[in-house]
T-cell receptor, first 113, second 113 residues
Framework: DAGVTQSPTHLIKTRGQHVTLRCSPISGHKSVSWYQQVLGQGPQFIFQ???????GRGNFPDRFSARQFPNYSSELNVNALLLGDSALYLCASSSGTANYGYTFGSGTRLTVV | SQQGEEDPQALSIQEGENATMNCSYK?????LQWYRQNSGRGLVHLIL?????REKHSGRLRVTLDTSKKSSSLLITASRAADTASYFCATPISSGSARQLTFGSGTQLTVLP
C-alpha cells in the first residue's frame, strides 16, 4: 500500500503569490491533518479534516485554508505569501479521529522569496 | 505554542553508545508519542506510551513516562550511524472534535561512526 503522498516535494514562490499543496492519505484513512514546520522547530498544527469537514484549526491567519475531497485527499492553500511562510508542510493521515495512529507524508518544502 | 520541550537540543555520540533524550510537557495527557525525522523530511512514528504505562520497549528503543513530573525519556541503545536524525516527542490535544499533535522542538542526534 502507498503511504501518504504529498506534492509537490519542493516549491519556490514569490511574496504575494498563492500556493496549493496536495496530500493523498493512506487508502482507507478518512482524516487528514496539516502541519507547518519552520526550520529548527517542531511541527505546528494547521488544520484537521475528517469526512470532508474541518474538525480543527490551529493558530494560523485566514490566508491559510484547506479542504478535503470525497476521495479523502486534501489541499492546503496559502494566499498572499509572506517570507515567514517558508517551511516544510507536512500532511498526516489517520483512519479516524483517535489521537494516535498518524502516518506522515514526506512533506512539501516551500520557499518564499 | 509548543506543548513539549526536548532536552538536549543537540546530542553527539559515538556509534555503539546509548543516547538518551528527554521531553517535558505541560498539560495532562492520554498518551505520548515519539517521532523521528531524517534531514527535514517526513516524520516516522517510533513508539507510543499511554498515560497508565511507565515504560515501554521496542527493539533498541526504551521509553519511560512519569506523569507526576510530566516528563518522558527516549533511550536508544547501541546506537548506529543510521540513527542520526531529529527526534520529537508529541502529545495529543483534543479541542472539541479536533485531534491534534503538539510537538516539542526536537533533539538533533548525531551518531559518529
Amino acid at each position: 500500500d502507498a503511504g501518504v503522498t504529498q506534492s509537490p516535494t519542493h516549491l519556490i514562490k514569490t511574496r504575494g503569490q498563492h500556493v496549493t499543496l496536495r496530500c493523498s492519505p493512506i487508502s482507507g484513512h478518512k482524516s487528514v491533518s496539516w502541519y507547518q514546520q519552520v526550520l529548527g522547530q517542531g511541527p505546528q498544527f494547521i488544520f484537521q479534516y475528517y469526512e470532508k469537514e474541518e474538525r480543527g484549526r490551529g493558530n494560523f491567519p485566514d490566508r491559510f485554508s484547506a479542504r478535503q475531497f470525497p476521495n479523502y485527499s486534501s489541499e492546503l492553500n496559502v494566499n498572499a505569501l509572506l517570507l515567514g511562510d517558508s517551511a516544510l508542510y507536512l500532511c498526516a493521515s489517520s483512519s479516524g479521529t483517535a489521537n494516535y495512529g498518524y502516518t506522515f507524508g514526506s512533506g512539501t518544502r516551500l520557499t518564499v522569496v | 505554542s509548543q506543548q513539549g520541550e526536548e532536552d538536549p537540543q543537540a546530542l553527539s555520540i559515538q556509534e555503539g553508545e546509548n543516547a538518551t533524550m528527554n521531553c517535558s510537557y505541560k498539560t495532562s495527557i492520554n498518551n505520548l508519542q515519539w517521532y523521528r525525522q531524517n534531514s527535514g523530511r517526513g516524520l516516522v512514528h517510533l513508539i507510543l506510551i499511554r498515560s497508565n504505562e511507565r515504560e515501554k520497549h521496542s527493539g533498541r528503543l526504551r521509553v519511560t513516562l512519569d506523569t507526576s513530573k510530566k516528563s518522558s525519556s527516549l533511550l536508544i541503545t547501541a546506537s548506529r550511524a543510521a540513527d542520526t536524525a531529529s527526534y520529537f516527542c508529541a502529545t495529543p490535544i483534543s479541542s472539541g472534535s479536533a485531534r491534534q499533535l503538539t510537538f516539542g522542538s526536537g533533539t538533533q542526534l548525531t551518531v559518529l561512526p
